[in-house]
């Protein structure tokens, strides 16, 4: 009677081990959690900052974002190569822009001076 006790739990620990990593893939629930990462092997002072922010996970398992203080300690140098990037392209699009209306400013001006010595040329019946 003691070895069958042992098979029923020996059976039933496997059953559990295996069923468990199938059914916690299955089943993600929405959540947000908060994480605090406190480095223990770090060397230099640079990698002994701690880490700490939120994690929020969706249902499916690339629905995850992970916000947290080593991301945002670069956020102002991002944010202010990201603005430079972008006054650069305006300053770029502005030249463009006017390189362009002085080039249709010339373009009409010569044609408007074309119908002008056309018109000047042609005797008045052309002009019917």
Known sequence: M????????????????????????????????????IPLDAKSAREQTPNFGLQFQGMK??????????TFKFLPAAIAAMEVKYIVAGAVAIGAAAAVAHKDKQTSQSFQSQQAQQQAACPVDCAK
């Open 2 to 37: 003691g070895i069958k006790h042992i098979a029923v739990s020996a059976a039933a620990a496997a059953a559990t081990l295996i069923a468990a990593p199938a059914f916690s893939q299955e089943f993600r629930a929405p959540m947000t959690t908060i994480f605090v990462a």
């Open 61 to 70: 398992p690339y629905q995850s974002v992970k916000v947290d203080y080593q």
